[in-house]
T-cell receptor, first 113, second 113 residues
Framework: DGGITQSPKYLFRKEGQNVTLSCEQN?????MYWYRQDPGQGLRLIYY???????QKGDIAEGYSVSREKKESFPLTVTSAQKNPTAFYLC????????????FGPGTRLTVT | DQQVKQNSPSLSVQEGRISILNCDYT??????FLWYKKYPAEGPTFLIS?????DKNEDGRFTVFLNKSAKHLSLHIVPSQPGDSAVYFC????????????FGKGTKLSVIP
């Protein structure tokens, strides 16, 4: 059945290492998003992509990079330049028929020590 | 500057009673509003939405009210059930051309059996 998958559920990295978080969807949605959630905070937009091979920075893009080579996939790389990378990362996609509703994946908890 | 505010970090309600979650916004360009429900370590799920041309939208036990002049919306859950215990996020969008969502920080609802 259709949905958004994020893997892995938990990820641990040493400081100074780049890490890539996976996001795949089989919902045939055009737009995809990456958010970050910190304790007591709302979801903050990192990057989004409306179509393949195109993406835009969100509110907190510094220290992150993305690619959108396929419609189904929108990986997020957390680089060593991100000062506080430990967080819960959420990927979402949006259908054309319901332009406001975003569907979220289960999230990846990244811990950097 | 927080454009979507949920001023109550937490709320406790007895089972069977009404839960009222509040949300205020500052950006007058927002014209579509959504509520999401989130369990720990999971992605948010869409609950209910309302367009700025309406002042009320109802779906089963959930009703959202919008007061545009006050830039305020609220989510009513009647009757509240223990399974409603979760974090509720209010989100807003400026609409056509963007469809980006700006989220509040969330309100943690605890429904006490």
């Amino acid at each position: 059945d259709g949905g958004i998958t994020q893997s892995p559920k938990y990820l641990f990295r040493k400081e100074g290492q780049n890490v890539t978080l996976s996001c795949e969807q089989n919902l045939n949605h055009d737009a995809m998003y990456w958010y970050r959630q910190d304790p007591g905070q709302g979801l903050r937009l990192i990057y989004y992509s409306q179509i393949v091979n195109d993406f835009q920075k969100g509110d907190i893009a510094e220290g992150y990079s993305v690619s959108r080579e396929k419609k189904e996939s929108f990986p997020l790389t957390v680089t060593s330049a991100q000062k506080n990378p430990t967080a819960f990362y959420l990927c979402a996609s949006r259908p054309r028929r319901s332009p406001y509703e975003q569907y979220f994946g289960p999230g990846t908890r990244l811990t950097v020590t | 500057d927080q454009q979507v505010k949920q001023n109550s970090p937490s709320l406790s309600v007895q089972e069977g009673r009404i839960s009222i979650l509040n949300c205020d916004y500052t950006n007058s360009m927002f014209d579509y509003f959504l509520w999401y429900k989130k369990y720990p370590a999971e992605g948010p799920t869409f609950l209910i939405s309302i367009s700025s041309i309406k002042d009320k939208n109802e779906d089963g036990r959930f009703t959202v009210f919008l007061n545009k002049s006050a830039k305020h919306l609220s989510l009513h859950i009647v009757p509240s059930q223990p399974g409603d215990s979760a974090v509720y996020f209010c989100a807003a969008s400026p609409g056509a051309g963007s469809y980006q969502l700006t989220f509040g920080k969330g309100t943690k609802l605890s429904v006490i059996p």
